[in-house]
């Protein structure tokens, strides 16, 4: 019985599922919803049942497949670790069989496990009530002074911070009867034939029946029984891990990828949040006191901005500081990063910023001014900001993909820069030293927002036997991180800008420095051990690059237990991290 169904909402709507969407979710909660795509659910709660699946920035829903009732499955809080399964489900069977994709999500749960018996007793399900939502150009670098008054308009003074500064490291669904294999009393559409040819040369005979190792979401330690054993003897109350079970039936599904992203975004922002200066970035005082601010009014309020960044004979300090009052805008609002992406110019206003300042007026020797630091580091963490729960926004990868990925190739070639130019004829002051480092962190952290884009965005088919090599699509998917990478190879400094990366990741994980990591240095680390494990995996050169320059210092010096050290149990990216940095050493080997 074929169940093959559509893929993401941002590529094919089902105009009945978001009618039903909008009317159950409240707006801050529906334009955040990433995807949604049918599946088959196995849970404490459901046996095999074909419903849709539900992604937002926060949660993870599920609604029958004529959606009447809608139910969060899992908050990514309480997510332990989300993997890929190499298995042929026995209920399924032909094309869904072998192209389905296995999720399965472990998290901690509160209540008491499900028995199967109160499967084939339960009549219908009724729905949990859902949570509500806290809804330049000049040739010439005057000196740029950090300052708190900066001739910002009266209008836009909830914008401000107190302190204008760079700051561095914010039917109800009826169950069918468990011996009924094909899932024969679920809805289901009508067989559709796949989009794309299968490629796999692999027989599903050849699949083996344990969890797939991924190269990007470890095997969890511990075994079956063990977990089964804690699942049962749970008392009233207790916290016990259990598992979610998504069955994707599409031949072209991308719901892993999108939790993956998901999760990744969830885990960092609150840990981020954990740090005062990252939540006084994103809240002030006062905000408790003021009223919501309507989509009307902040595209009133951000057009006014744009104008005022795209005037001409605007001088780099006003610049400045307008880019920080547009930062620090972007970090309070997400409807504001939506308007970024749907106005486009300040988007392509900000890259040429960054290509002029930083490459485009060094001095003869190379060398970069504190003035040039400065202004590159807010272009490039606006940039970074204005990535972060915009997923959902068509209008965001049509800029990025329109005329082949232009634009995304010119931010890719405008932030590497070569961390070793300043030390070779100059010798730097502490202060220039200390904003080239602040550069290099940015611009990490922004490359990892675009390796994010790289793995959502692609549009090839994902087979079980591709994701074994972690090289799901094939390399000419425009943005893909294969694409983004090879876009990158010719780049002089690119050897050098990838080096340095991975030398932090030593210097942070290695006995030469023993402070524990605040909360913004763990996410650097977290996205600079996701940056190099994208260089391991899709691209050869940098693959070899990384093991003949680093293995020694990576084998010798970067311990998992120094890791697991440096990151508190209380920071929710350290589990994630701990097992990035395991992957990496198992890959640099």
């Keep these: 019985m074929s169940l093959s169904g559509s893929g993401s909402l941002l590529s094919r709507r089902n105009i009945k599922l978001d009618s039903f969407l909008k009317r159950s979710m409240g707006r801050a909660v529906h334009e955040r919803v990433r995807a949604s795509e049918p599946c088959v659910v196995v849970s404490d709660a459901f046996n095999k049942v074909y419903m849709h699946a539900v ?76 949570a509500a939502s806290p809804s330049r150009r000049s040739s010439h670098c005057p000196s740029i002074t950090r300052t708190s008054e900066g001739g910002h308009p009266a209008e836009r003074n909830h914008w401000r911070t107190e302190e204008v500064r760079v700051l561095k490291p914010s039917r109800s669904a009826s169950c069918p009867n468990p011996e009924t294999l094909g899932l024969l009393r679920v809805p289901h559409p009508p067989t559709q034939p796949p989009l794309y040819p299968p490629t796999s040369s692999s027989s599903p005979s050849e699949r083996s029946l344990k969890p797939l190792q991924s190269d990007q979401v470890p095997r969890r330690i511990g075994s079956v029984l063990s977990r089964l054993l804690r699942r049962d003897l749970v008392e009233g109350g207790e916290r016990r891990e259990a598992e979610l079970h998504l069955y994707a039936v599409s031949q072209t599904s991308r719901l892993y990828l999108h939790l993956q992203s998901a999760w990744s975004g969830f885990i960092i922002r609150s840990t981020l949040l954990l740090d005062p200066l990252y939540r006084r970035k994103c809240s002030s005082s006062s905000d408790s006191q003021r009223p919501v601010i309507s989509w009307e009014r902040t595209a009133h309020l951000f057009a006014q901005l744009t104008s005022e960044l795209l005037q001409d004979g605007i001088n780099e300090e006003s610049l400045y500081l307008l880019l920080q009052e547009l930062n620090v805008a972007a970090h309070r609002n997400v409807a504001l990063r939506r308007l970024f992406w749907r106005s486009g110019e300040l988007c392509v206003f900000l890259v040429q910023t960054l290509e002029e300042c930083l490459h485009g007026r060094q001095s003869l020797s190379g060398v970069y001014s504190a003035d040039q630091l400065l202004l590159s580091i807010v272009v490039v963490e606006t940039l970074a900001v204005m990535f972060r729960e915009t997923q959902a926004e068509a209008s965001r990868l049509n800029l990025l993909s329109a005329r082949k990925g232009a634009l995304t190739s010119r931010i890719l070639l405008a932030l590497i820069c070569d961390p070793l130019t300043q030390s070779r004829d100059f010798l730097m002051d502490s202060e220039t030293q200390v904003l080239l480092s ?47 990478l090879r876009v990158v190879q010719p780049h ?64 010798y010096l970067v311990k998992t237990s120094c890791a697991a050290e440096k990151l508190p149990p209380r920071y929710p990216i350290s589990g994630q991290t701990v097992r990035e940095v395991e992957l990496l050493l198992t890959l640099l080997r």
């Design 55 to 130: 992604l937002s920035d926060e949660r993870v829903y599920l609604t029958e497949h004529a959606p009447r009732t809608l139910t969060v499955a899992v908050s990514f809080g309480r997510v332990l670790g989300i993997e890929l399964v190499n298995d042929l489900p026995e209920f399924l069977s032909g094309r869904d069989r072998e192209h389905c994709q296995h999720i399965r999500i472990l998290y901690v749960s509160d209540q008491p496990a499900t028995r199967a018996f109160d499967w084939l007793r339960r009549d219908k399900w009724v729905g949990l009530p859902l």
């Design 438 to 484: 602040e550069y290099l962190d940015a611009a990490c952290s922004l490359l990892f927002e675009l390796l994010l884009l790289g793995h959502e965005a692609t549009s090839g088919p994902v087979f079980t036997e591709c994701l074994r090599s972690s090289r799901c699509f094939s390399a000419d998917d425009l943005l893909s991180v294969d694409w983004l």
């Design 492 to 555: 002089p400094h690119l050897l050098s800008f990838i080096t340095h990366q991975a030398q932090q990741v030593v210097l942070v994980l290695s006995d030469l420095q023993e402070s524990v990591l605040c909360p913004v240095q763990a996410v650097l680390l977290f996205q600079r051990c996701r940056l190099l494990l994208a260089c391991l995996q899709h691209s050869s050169l940098l693959a070899q690059h990384l093991r003949s320059d680093m293995r020694e210092e990576f084998r």
